[in-house]
C-alpha cells in the first residue's frame, strides 16, 4: 500500500466516510479489479464519487467544487473541442489575464492540462468536481433548445440512409425554420422539416455530439444558411486508389484525399476552398494534386479511367411509390443495388445500364 493510498483510506476513516474493515475490503478487491483505491470502493458501493473527489481535494489542499452552484463562462468553453472536454471531463470556470480555472474528476491529467496551457497560452488552475456531473453540465451546455428535435432527426435519418448512394446532408437554416435534404447518384431529395430557429453552430454540435466525423462547406445568402455536410464514418485498409465511392459516409482515411484547392483538369474532385471543421488530416496547400491517392464520388468521377475500385449503391426508382416515397422503400423512394469491385468505365457502365 503506498502513501497515496495509505493517506486517501485514513482521511475517508477520518472523515467517518467508511470504516476499517470497508478500507481492508477495498484494498483486497483493489489489485483483482485493477483500479484505484477510491475507484474500487466506489464500485462495491462502499462510498460514492463525490465523496472520493472532496477527500481528494482535503488531501491534496485543491478547491472542491459543487456543480450544481456553478454558471460556467460559455466563451471560454468554446475556446477549446468538445470532444476533448467531454472524454476528459473538464469544465472550464472562467479565465483571468493569466490563468484559466477549470474542474476535473481528475488532477492527475497532465497531458490534458498541458494541452489547455498550450491552447491558450495560460497557466492551468484545478479544482475537484464529480466526473458525472461534469459530464452532464457539459452537455447542457452543448445542447439548445432546438438540439433535441434536431439530433433526433438526424438520428432517423442517417438510420435511413444507411446503404444507400446518399453521401452529404443539406441542411439549410431560415429565421423560424430548418429543411433537411439528402443528396446522392445526382438525386437531391428533401427529406425533413424542423419548425425550430437554430443556429449555425447547432449544427456542428449536433454532429460533434452524435459522434460522427464530418466535413462541410457553408454557403450564405440574405435569408438562408445552407450546410453541405458530408460524414465520414467508413474505414477499410483494403482499398486500390484511385476509387469511386457512392455511400453514405465517406472514408475515413489515414491520409488526404481531399483537397483544399481547385484544379482546372479535375474539377469535380471533392474538395473545400476553406478550413474544414471537424476534419483532422492534412489539407493540400497546392495545385499539385496526388490523384494517384483520389477518391472520386460516381457522380463527380472521370468520363473514362482505368482499374478504380468501385464501391457504390446504386438507386432504382421504388416500383411501389415511384420515387414519392413509401413504407417499402423506407420514405426515400428509391431502393438500392450495391457494386463493389476493381472496374474500368467502360465495365462500370455496362453494369450500370443493366442496373438502370
Not at 183 to 201: A, D, F, R, W
Not at 210 to 238: A, G, Q, R, W
Not at 279 to 285: A, G, H
Request: proline share 4%; glycine share 4%.
Amino acid at each position: 500500500m503506498n502513501n497515496k493510498t495509505a493517506k486517501l483510506g485514513s482521511l475517508l476513516i477520518q472523515y467517518g466516510l467508511i470504516t476499517e474493515d470497508d478500507l481492508n475490503d477495498g484494498l483486497k478487491l483493489q489489485k483483482l479489479m485493477g483500479l484505484k483505491l477510491g475507484e474500487t470502493l466506489i464500485k462495491i458501493g462502499k462510498i460514492t464519487e463525490e465523496n472520493v473527489q472532496w477527500v481528494l481535494s482535503k488531501q491534496f489542499d485543491i478547491p472542491f467544487i459543487i456543480l450544481e452552484h456553478v454558471n460556467p463562462d460559455s466563451d471560454l468553453i468554446v475556446k477549446l473541442p468538445k470532444n476533448f472536454l467531454m472524454e476528459n471531463r473538464i469544465l472550464p470556470l472562467f479565465e483571468t489575464d493569466e490563468e484559466i480555472c477549470i474542474v476535473t474528476e481528475d488532477i492527475f491529467n497532465y497531458s490534458a492540462f498541458a494541452l489547455i496551457e498550450n491552447t491558450l497560452n495560460k497557466k492551468v488552475n484545478i479544482s475537484l468536481g464529480e466526473g458525472k456531473k461534469i459530464e452532464k453540465a457539459l452537455i447542457k451546455f452543448f445542447k439548445s433548445d432546438a438540439m433535441p428535435s434536431l439530433l433526433s432527426t438526424l438520428e432517423n435519418i442517417i438510420e435511413k440512409i444507411k446503404n444507400t448512394s446518399f453521401y452529404r446532408i443539406d441542411i439549410a437554416i431560415s429565421n423560424h425554420s430548418c429543411d433537411i435534404s439528402i443528396y446522392g447518384c445526382g438525386i437531391l431529395k428533401k427529406i425533413s422539416k424542423i419548425n425550430n430557429s437554430l443556429k449555425k453552430e447547432d449544427v456542428l454540435r449536433a454532429f460533434d455530439f452524435l459522434k460522427i466525423p464530418f466535413l462541410y462547406d457553408i454557403h450564405e445568402n440574405y435569408s438562408k444558411v445552407i450546410f453541405s455536410v458530408f460524414p465520414l464514418i467508413n474505414k477499410t485498409k483494403e482499398i486500390n486508389y484511385p476509387a469511386i465511392l457512392e455511400l453514405y459516409g465517406l472514408l475515413l482515411p489515414d491520409f488526404i484525399i481531399f483537397a483544399d484547392t481547385n484544379s482546372s483538369d479535375t474539377p469535380n474532385l471533392l474538395y473545400s476552398d476553406s478550413p474544414i471543421h471537424g476534419y483532422p488530416y492534412i489539407s493540400i496547400k497546392s495545385r499539385i494534386l496526388n490523384y494517384s491517392k483520389a477518391i472520386y464520388t460516381l457522380d463527380s468521377a472521370p468520363q473514362t479511367f482505368k482499374k478504380h475500385y468501385i464501391k457504390v449503391y446504386m438507386p432504382q426508382e421504388c416500383s411501389f411509390c415511384s420515387t414519392e416515397g413509401c413504407e417499402k422503400c423506407n420514405e426515400l423512394g428509391y431502393t438500392f443495388k450495391k457494386i463493389e469491385g476493381i472496374y474500368d468505365s467502360e465495365d462500370l457502365n455496362t453494369i450500370l445500364n443493366r442496373s438502370a
